[in-house]
């Protein structure tokens, strides 16, 4: 079976709108998340910035993604000091073409919310790997592990 490219699309992110085909030759790791300043996001987000060097080293680029505006994601990557951006899907666009809106139960309500799921996309643009579901513990050494061997 081959595999499949991902679409091409840009997005608002902290430092500027980020385009995936200005990353072409580059693996590019992006993780959805809930949401900005939640126990679970932050430590996620710490992992990925503690290991953040390992990535760049082996060739790939870590960003993040919610549904938070860009302010929210500009204040919680300063406080965090994440040396990789933050894409705002505000109109849920990426969310969608990912697939990563599900219903959740939150304190017995059924809320719409992002799955934390993680894609692994090579230098040519195609979907190498998916993680959906994701539990924080030990996934950015999984991550990790699998930008390696490609």
């Not at 998340?33 to 710490?46: A, I, L, R, V, W």
Request: some cysteine; proline content about 4%; charged content about 30%.
């Amino acid at each position: 079976m081959p595999i499949p490219k991902v679409a091409d699309f840009t997005a608002p992110a902290t430092g500027g709108d980020f385009r995936l085909s200005d990353h072409k030759g580059e693996i590019v790791v992006l993780y959805f998340y809930p949401k900005d300043n939640t126990p679970g996001c932050t430590t996620e987000g710490e992992q990925f910035r503690d290991a953040w060097k390992k990535f760049r080293k082996a060739g790939a680029i870590v960003i993040g993604c919610s549904r938070d505006s860009l302010k929210s994601h500009e204040n919680f990557k300063a406080k965090m000091n994440f040396p990789f951006e933050l894409i705002s899907d505000a109109d849920e666009k990426l969310c969608s073409q990912f697939d990563v809106i599900k219903m959740k139960n939150m304190y017995g309500k059924q809320v719409r919310g992002i799955v934390r799921s993680t894609f692994l996309i090579d230098g040519a643009g195609k979907l190498v790997r998916e993680w959906r579901g994701v539990k924080v513990a030990g996934h950015v050494d999984e991550v990790l592990k699998a930008v390696l061997a490609l």
